[in-house]
Nanobody, 114 residues
Framework: QVQLVESGGGLVQPGGSLRLSCAAS???????MGWYRQAPGKQRELVAT???????NYAESVKGRFTLSRDNAKNRVHLQMNSLKPEDTAVYYC?????????WGRGTQVTVSP
């Protein structure tokens, strides 16, 4: 079983940056990982994924602004978020694509506001 704990959220002004981290209790090097977000009243949406080999994919809305990386030695993934916009406000969730339903963290709140 893998437990995921997100950190790094907070309140930031538009144009600012945040770095989210996801710490896994187990070994995640063999699994793809992803970040999702859910804004109030909206469905959870995919933000970015990273394969076990480090290949990344991003939602169109965050391309060029967000960068996803992984440190398999430390069982962590990081989401660097730059040029943040108010529409990026959401709870951000880390996900491990383990066969089956996978694993989810509890989320970290990101609020982008003047």
């Amino acid at each position: 079983q893998v437990q995921l704990v997100e950190s790094g959220g907070g309140l930031v002004q538009p144009g600012g940056s945040l770095r989210l981290s996801c710490a896994a209790s187990g070994i995640i090097g063999n699994y793809a990982m992803g970040w999702y977000r859910q804004a109030p009243g909206k469905q959870r949406e995919l933000v970015a994924t990273i394969s076990s080999g480090g290949n990344t994919n991003y939602a169109e809305s965050v391309k060029g602004r967000f960068t996803l990386s992984r440190d398999n030695a430390k069982n962590r993934v990081h989401l660097q978020m730059n040029s943040l916009k108010p529409e990026d406000t959401a709870v951000y969730y880390c996900h491990a694509y383990v066969p089956g339903p996978g694993y989810w963290g509890r989320g970290t709140q990101v609020t982008v506001s003047p």
